[in-house]
């Protein structure tokens, strides 16, 4: 995971799901949030998914429809709990467009700059910009409303030993498998979960052998 070279950072997501069901993914909450490196996850119970996110350190543009809360400087989190299922880091937030050209002109009128796209076949397309220390995952699949605005669909928490965390999860918790990325694994947690949004436990990071 490279450093953040800039003053932005993911401040806070916003999540319709209850506290209860994070604690029984092993998470800790400490005064209602879930925090999480450094950014805070505020379940709030009103049902849906991924309601609204809090930015710092970017221009305060519509970001193509997404429910934004832009502030000029935020207090860093407060400290974060042992989290039983050893969650460290918030991974990447993953959207949903029907135009990846649109969303990115958005994002690059916040002053985020994209890092690279792919294609990840079937039509559909990728682009990578980071926030802080957090990866935002754009994805334009082909289909739908090309007029639709962009939309919140998921995120991905780094574990440090995915196997705890499947055991605490039990069967709230899909099967580990081998991710996309070279020497890290995966495991999607269930919609039975109750967090209200798709959510992945994954393992850190591999570096690179010289």
């Known amino acids: 995971m490279p450093a953040a070279t800039d003053t932005s950072r993911l401040v806070e997501i916003a999540v319709g799901s209850r506290p209860a069901a994070w604690e029984r ?10 925090v999480i490196g450094s950014t805070c996850i505020r379940p709030t119970g009103a ?16 970001f ?22 050893g969650a460290r880091r918030i991974d990447h937030v993953v959207v949903r467009t029907p135009s990846l050209d649109r969303t990115l002109a958005a994002f ?15 039509g559909a397309r990728q682009g990578f910009l980071w926030v802080g220390d957090t990866i935002i995952e754009l994805v334009e699949a ?11 669909w998921g995120l991905v928490v780094v574990v440090g030993d995915i196997d705890l965390a499947a055991g605490i999860a ?6 580990v498998r081998d ?32």
């Not at 993914?25 to 005064?31: E, I, P, R, T, Y």
């Not at 002053?111 to 792919?118: F, N």
């Not at 990325?181 to 798709?198: D, F, K, N």
């Open 47 to 62: 049902g849906g998914g991924m309601e609204r996110w809090t930015l710092a350190g970017v221009e305060n543009v519509a």
């Open 108 to 122: 690059d009128d916040a002053g985020l700059e994209l890092r690279r796209t792919r294609d990840a076949g079937g």
């Open 170 to 175: 039990g069967d709230a918790l899909g099967e």
């Open 25 to 34: 993914m092993g998470f800790a909450l400490a005064d209602g949030l879930v």
């Open 142 to 152: 082909p289909g739908g409303d090309p007029s639709a605005p962009a939309a919140f």
């Open 179 to 210: 991710a996309v990325q070279r020497g890290r694994r995966i495991a999607t947690v269930r919609e039975s979960a109750g967090l209200g949004l798709p959510v992945a436990l994954m393992t850190p990071h591999v570096k690179a052998a010289r």
């Open 64 to 85: 193509d429809g997404l429910a934004t809360t832009v502030v000029e400087d935020a207090a860093p989190p407060p400290g974060q709990p042992e989290h039983p299922n």
